[in-house]
């Protein structure tokens, strides 16, 4: 890529081997997965049979590589351009996978980045996590020990920094495997009735080197997205879920937005999309974790990755934020900073008190933050 302020996004499907997910992958290894019986607007004896055919009426096809494990993604890894940045996401339901595709299988993503990055020589290591809209260290030294404090983030220039991230530096994958079992563990972690391990939080592994200043790879876990009456949580992790699908929603907006070329982008909707405006500056793979057993579930997130997939190459002057008057004072900047935090917090607050007053009807409320991207057929 010439231009160093270029984006580019790239989708794929890593799909949960079931017993009968073979039967939602073509012979092209694209995905087709049936509608939900109330979406059809035919019926056909055999769903698979032909799924451009059908397309229209029992079956959505997705232009969309599907993967049966982490190993055949490393493939798509090799195609980034390893001489600027580049982000790594999965995303999907709970209990789809994506914990197990980027950092726990033997073949996770994570440990082929890694080995690729050290190539070079030594690598610097930082690893958070955002939870319930803040930002924690999970390498600190008092991350073993909850609750542990609340990091800073900040404005600077065109991006967003976190304040006071503690660095590693690793001269093998055993120092980093190290680093990363103490972040895991420190992780939070509960219990849902879709899932024994469910993440709370989304989890981000940044790497850096001298060689190459100011270049950051981004291998993020994302918490998954979940139906309040399916997981059956109630209090602290009532909280939790609400937090995860407002910021897994504000995500969708973003790349709703720069798909339809629109001028104002808001990544300062959250804080997950401000750690990812960083990564709009370089390129992007998306992994869709999807468990082709839910159907419904599968379509929003293959239709999050089809919309990712079609964001074109953009400069980043098309979605910078609004600067602050930094250059105005340092009054003028206490004072728009002051206004920007009350302005955020209350937004916050207004936000949480709507989510509690809808949550019995919460599908409702993450379908219409979801942009309509189920209206597509």
Do not use: W
């Amino acid at each position: 890529m010439s231009n160093p302020y270029e984006t580019m996004i790239k989708s794929i499907v890593k799909v949960k081997p079931t017993e009968n997910f073979k039967n939602f992958i073509d012979s092209n290894s694209h995905i087709c997965i049936p509608l939900p019986a109330n979406q059809r607007s035919s019926s056909t004896s055999n769903l698979y049979a032909n799924a451009h055919a059908n397309a229209q009426d029992s079956v959505r096809f997705y232009n969309l590589t599907a993967y049966e494990s982490p190993g055949e993604i490393c493939q798509s890894i090799g195609e980034l351009d390893e001489n600027i940045s580049y982000c790594i996401f999965a995303y999907g339901e709970s209990g789809s996978g994506k914990t197990y595709t980027i950092v726990e299988s033997s073949e996770a993503v994570i440990k082929h980045v890694i080995n690729g990055e050290l190539r070079a020589g030594p690598i610097r290591i930082e690893i958070f996590e955002i939870y319930n809209e803040q930002i924690y260290d999970l390498l600190s030294d008092d991350s073993g020990i909850a609750p542990f404090a609340a990091l800073e983030m900040r404005q600077r220039d065109d991006e967003f920094v976190v304040d006071d991230l503690s660095i590693h530096v690793c001269h093998n994958h055993d120092e980093f495997s190290k680093l990363l079992a103490r972040a895991i563990r420190a992780r939070a972690v509960a219990e849902t009735k879709l899932n024994r391990a469910s993440s709370r939080s989304h989890l981000d592994v940044r790497i850096s080197n001298d060689r190459k200043p100011g270049r950051y790879v981004n291998v993020i876990d994302l918490a998954g997205s979940e139906r309040i009456k399916k997981s059956g949580v109630s209090g602290t992790g009532l909280t939790e879920a609400i937090n995860i699908n407002k910021s897994l929603s504000c995500l969708s907006l973003v790349l709703y937005k720069l798909e339809k070329k629109q001028a104002h982008i808001p990544f300062r909707n959250s804080v997950l999309t401000k750690i990812l405006m960083n990564s709009m500056k370089s390129q992007i793979l998306v992994i869709a974790c999807v468990n082709c057993d839910n159907s419904e579930e599968t379509i929003k997130t293959l239709d999050f990755a089809d919309v990712a997939r079609r964001v074109e190459i953009r400069e980043i002057t098309s979605f910078v934020p609004q600067k602050t008057q930094e250059e105005e004072g340092e009054g003028s900047l206490s004072a728009a900073s002051t206004r920007l935090d009350s302005q955020e917090l209350q937004k916050t607050r207004e936000c949480l008190d709507r989510a509690k007053k809808i949550i019995l009807n919460i599908e409702e409320f993450r379908e219409r933050l979801n942009f309509g991207l189920n209206k597509r057929s």
